[in-house]
């Protein structure tokens, strides 16, 4: 998995995040880790309702190729709110199984 696909797979959990769409985002990593009432309660400590990241964040996603694991990244983005980058991050595990995308949300956590 290359740069644009940890970023597409950024983007999408991102925007899952911001339309509070946890319900999708739970289905979307099987259920791994957290589920879609610990990522609402975790987005809101944000105080805020989230937003989309500005658009040159993407080019530095913070992602990192986990070690004896070919293929997997842990990825850590930044969340955003109206008055700017919160203290809130998402931290996935990224990897491919049959050549799809399988994404496990690792946690919601403040900075």
Known sequence: MGPDELR???RHVTRLLVK???DEL?????????????MEEAVEDAGRP????PEPSWN???ATAIRN??????VKIDLWTSIGRSDLFVELTVHTK???PV???DDIGVR
């Open 103 to 105: 994404i496990e949300v």
């Open 69 to 74: 694991w070919p293929g997997a990244y842990s």
């Open 60 to 62: 530095t996603i913070n």
């Open 26 to 38: 739970e289905e979307a990593s099987n259920g791994v880790r957290l589920s879609a009432s610990e």
């Open 50 to 53: 989230l937003v989309m990241p």
């Open 98 to 100: 049959n050549g799809k």
């Open 8 to 10: 597409l797979v950024a």
């Open 20 to 22: 509070r769409r946890f």
